[in-house]
């Protein structure tokens, strides 16, 4: 059975993954597997997957509530570890929070419906939370002055007409970038990528130990004692988390080596062993090396005693049947007409039959079924005055933005219906 494998490694791997890697799909699958699991990560794990969160939420330049709660597990990592909170991370954090409560003044004019909901749910019950707790660092005098100013905005139209002037989605979407173009950097490399640093730090350290008396030449320095010190200095210098990474690195290391056998000679004895059987179907092997040996060293022989006549001035044959002296008895035992013979059965090449190839019949090609068509629903009010405040908040060819801000709004319709319904309400216009 094999050991299973230590939770602190792991996590440095999904990190590694997470941070160093350029493949995102997997960071996506990896992300959604990890949210859905029931499993505690330390503090570094859960900063990367909240970071990695928010850049892809904002990918499509669209800000939810989400973002609130990530930014709310980053603040809290940092207070757990000491770190200061970063001004760009507040801004972002008040930034996203009105967004996430403006957007539904502008897709509705009912400020009871939605609107309400989302200051109940945002800055009375999230925001009121972090008031209460008084520990956390998102708690601002910005953001107690924009809750505020939302609070008004139930009640007093003229609040919500100065908040609807605001580009708050714009405003949010800069917010968040800026903080994390600071935040990913901030946290340094990864574990794996220290300790591959480390690693090779102690391996010139070893190397620089080697160094002895007897290979230094009289009158020269030893350049392995001076950097000594330099070596020390900065071990010392390591904060315990690098020295208890290097330290489980080293051991890991140990554990593979004493765990995982060399495949190398297994290979090469299966390798031998099915050589050994092709050159044996193929009727090639030691058999006829064999033969080819005493070929060789029969025609020695025979080239051996006839080198003496070559020695003799040449004689003109009597007849073309008169047989040569010099030639090799085995040339005239092996001939090709000497069918019944068993030792030329046994020299020459056997071919393996032909095999017959089993050919698959032709499959039926399944015929596609005809789609019906959708069924055509006509266009109300009440989706034409969301198309029209969608265009003017995100602009014309923005549909999918469009269709994500209001989606109760265009029930069970496309971007490419609210493209040509668009289309068609300008045609008429002009």
Known sequence: MEPPIDEDITEWILEFILRATSDEALQKKLLYALSTSNSRFRSRLTKTMALRSIEYEIEDAFISERILECLEIVDEVDRLQGLSIMDSMKKAYCAVAVECTVKYLASSSNRDGKFLEAVKRIWRGRIGNLEKSKISNLLTEELIELREEIEKAVWDEGVCTTLLDRNTRNAALFSVRAYLEEAMPSMGPTILELGSKLMRTVGDEQLQHRVSEENIQEGGECVGDERAPAVKEKERTRSPEVRQALAALKASTLDLQTSVTDPLPEALRVAEVIALEMARKNGTGEVVDAEEGNTESGGAKEVG????????????????????????????????????????????????????TVVSPLKKANVPKFVRKRKIKRWSLQEE???RLGVEKYGVGSWKMILKSNPEAFDERTEVDLKDKWRNLTRYQR
């Open 385 to 387: 005055e969301a198309l």
């Open 305 to 356: 005693t006839a080198m003496p006549s070559s020695s003799h001035p040449n004689t003109s044959r009597q007849s073309l049947m008169e047989r040569n002296s010099t030639a090799r008895t085995y040339e005239w035992e092996d001939s090709i007409y000497d069918d019944d013979s068993t030792e030329g059965r046994s020299k020459c090449i056997r071919l393996s039959s032909p095999k017959k």
